[in-house]
């Protein structure tokens, strides 16, 4: 298996721009976590689906973070607007039924 | 104060030392993750343990739920070693993870 496959992997945009991350998790896997990654922060979730149905959002830092998983082997996180502080390293993952976690390379934004 | 505390926040090490790294948690937990990460990002997942210890390589995973604490060691550390290690916990039975804040961990030839 390829692993889990995130894109793009780095993303350059302007403030006030629509971003879409893009996730396609491991064959098989059940669940689907979507983490930020800053250096205040550290790894945070922001949101995680079981069997495609999101389960705990309330990591989503606010209505500007959307996420959806319209079938078991994608799933979108979407920033609109965008703005600097979003700037981030954006991790999916995914699980299987004996809960280890495989990660993607994540998603390097950068905000400006 | 944080859920999962990692100590030390840095470790500096000669090649060939013997590594441990430190995770104490101060929720139940249902599992506990140790993960790496090398420069350039990349999280791989080298250890889920509920109960005692696993090996794999050079790398020993213990955890003790008594005293709600976990550690990570390297025998016959090497420059490749080198990596953020990060202490994860499931919370309450949750699937979702909640992370210590990492350990930079440096060997030096």
């Known amino acids: 298996d390829a692993g889990v496959i995130q894109s793009p992997r780095h993303e350059v945009t302007e403030m006030g721009q629509e971003v879409t991350l893009r996730c396609k998790p491991i064959s098989g896997h059940n669940s689907l976590f979507w983490y930020r990654q800053t250096m205040m922060r550290g790894l945070e979730l922001l949101i995680y689906f079981n069997n495609n149905v999101p389960i705990d959002d309330s990591g989503m830092p606010e209505d500007r973070f959307s996420a959806k998983m319209p079938n078991a082997s994608f799933s979108t996180l979407k920033i609109q607007p965008s703005e600097p502080r979003d700037s981030a390293v954006y991790f999916c993952?995914?699980?299987?039924?004996?809960?280890?976690?495989?990660f993607g390379e994540g998603s390097w934004l950068t905000v400006v | 104060k944080n859920e999962v505390e990692q100590s030390p926040q840095n470790l500096t090490a000669q090649e060939g030392e013997f590594i441990t790294i430190n995770c104490s948690y101060s929720?139940?937990?249902?599992?506990l993750h140790w993960l790496q990460q090398h420069p350039g990002g990349g999280i791989v997942s080298l250890f889920m343990?509920?109960?005692g210890k696993k090996k794999h390589g050079r790398l020993i995973a213990t955890i003790n739920i008594q005293e709600k604490h976990s550690s990570l060691h390297i025998t016959a550390s090497h420059p490749r070693d080198s990596a953020v290690y990060i202490c994860a916990a499931n919370a309450g039975g949750a699937q979702k993870l909640v992370f210590g804040q990492g350990t930079r961990l440096t060997i030096n030839p």
């Open positions: 929720v139940g937990i249902s599992a």
């Open positions: 993952a995914s699980s299987d039924p004996g809960n280890t976690i495989y």
């Open positions: 343990l509920s109960s």
